[in-house]
């Protein structure tokens, strides 16, 4: 039986991500939590940026709220990720602001 690290997880979920597989992103992701293979900002912004692709905002924020749970930092990359699938997903401009927010009140460096 092979076992799971980061660098193939995170390999197989941006590919997903590529590919514009969602479901398959996010199978991915709970199977990484699940067998508690340690996720990083990488793992987490490659399925945010699969739930932009797939204009489904509300999971991609989701998403950036789980990483405190997984104690991985959210960072600018993760964050501009979120943005960006909110604006795709129809303009959901207050989300946009909050994460600004949220941004310049925590560690996370805004450009």
Do not use: H, P, Y
Request: with cysteine.
């Amino acid at each position: 039986k092979m076992k799971l690290g980061t660098i193939s997880c995170n390999a197989a979920i941006s590919a997903c991500e590529k590919r514009g597989e969602l479901e398959t992103a996010l199978q991915l992701l709970r199977r990484i939590v699940q067998t508690k293979v340690e996720s990083d900002t990488l793992t987490f912004g490659a399925a945010i940026g699969a739930c932009r692709k797939a204009g489904e905002w509300k999971t991609a924020l989701q998403l950036l709220s789980s990483m405190a749970q997984s104690k991985v930092e959210a960072s600018t990359i993760t964050c501009s990720a979120a943005m960006s699938a909110c604006d795709m997903s129809g303009g959901d401009w207050e989300n946009v602001i909050q994460l600004f927010t949220v941004m310049q009140c925590t560690t996370v460096e805004s450009n």
